[in-house]
């Protein structure tokens, strides 16, 4: 009897205190997810409203033993622009995303689109083509276990335009002018006498209107939500393309501690999040490009030849960058190749062929 009630207090304690006691006790796990930037933007929306709920669903499904405490701080309040790769690798948070864009020193590879303008304007391809260089190229994947964390699912931005507080018709209007410019981005200006200047989303509006700088490289659907065209009514879509731009990681050790059905069900769900933020993010393009126009903004699309004649102007970035890695030993020749016959093999017109 004695023995009885001992056990009964253990397993009492276990299911309060979250306590394992094996395969059939349950647990609670507390993970505190972060980003960078507020939930105005899809992927930090999807990861509030899609990934955490339906992780939620899926564990009530298996039984409901299992429970995970959220705790999300999103907008910079644990993790700023560029330090999420860090908080959640030394544990300060458990999961969040992780924008590539922002971590081109420790995370070079994933950078790749981002290093070979005018590709494909089409979100699903890009996702698809890193997706498949993750599965190819383990140097891919070891960005992120280097780190001490796992890949759930990817985020590819619409394709990128411009935003100016003058008219843009041709690559020539941009010499001489200050434009933010994100990251390796600002390599989509060189040669073309355009002035880039570092920069991020929270700063576009304000660096803007303040005269930091007279125009944005950005996706439309950034644009839209910050108001944007506020401050630079004039749209050049010169389709620079749809870009990876990061994804949702968890830290491994988190990752590991869970039974295998819990790991089963964060990379299920983040496969899913990468679909549906690839789905809303292009039904959300269209969208916010009707937003602007209504309010003001004028467009410009720029042809296929004009894109050829901004490509040509620059050097060859994509070869570059490619030659960059090799020194440090790493594929770059292969994931570049990699990533422009992915776009070939999918019928895409490149602006410019830069391996050949």
Known sequence: MIFKRAMLAVVTAALIWGAPLGSASAKTYKITVVAGHPPIFLWVTLCRDFFIPEVNKRLEAAGGKDKI????????????????????????????????????????????????????????????????????????????????????????????????????????????????????????????????????????????????????????????????YEVAPYICMANFGSQFAGGLSINKDVFDAFPPGIQKIFLEVGRQYTKKLAEAQAARAA?????????????????????????????????????????????GKAVLKGYLDGLRKRGVQLARDWDR
């Open 69 to 228: 405490v959220w705790n999300q701080a999103y907008g910079g309040t644990v993790a700023k622009i560029g330090g999420v790769l860090e908080a959640i690798e030394d544990g300060i948070a458990d999961m969040g995303f992780v924008g590539t864009i922002f971590e081109a020193s420790k995370m070079p590879l994933h950078n790749v689109t981002y290093m070979t303008p005018f590709g494909t304007d089409d979100i699903f391809q890009v996702v698809d083509i890193i997706g498949e260089l993750q599965a190819k190229i383990p140097a891919m994947a070891k960005e992120w276990t280097r780190h001490n964390q796992v890949y759930l699912g990817g985020a590819a931005l619409d394709t990128y335009g411009l935003l100016t507080d003058f008219p843009v018709k041709t690559v020539d209007d941009v010499k001489g002018h200050k434009i933010a410019a994100p990251g390796p981005s600002a390599n989509w200006l060189k040669g073309t006498g355009g002035v880039p200047v570092a920069s991020n989303l929270n700063e576009y509006y304000n660096g803007i209107k303040t005269g930091v700088f007279e125009g944005t490289l950005t996706f439309m659907t950034a644009a839209a939500a910050i108001k944007v």
């Open 287 to 331: 969208k916010a490009m009707q937003t602007m126009q209504q309010h003001g903004a004028k467009v410009v699309t720029l042809s296929q030849a004009e894109r050829k004649r901004w490509a040509d102007k620059l050097p060859n970035v994509p070869m570059q960058w490619a030659a960059a890695m090799e020194k440090k030993g790493l594929p």
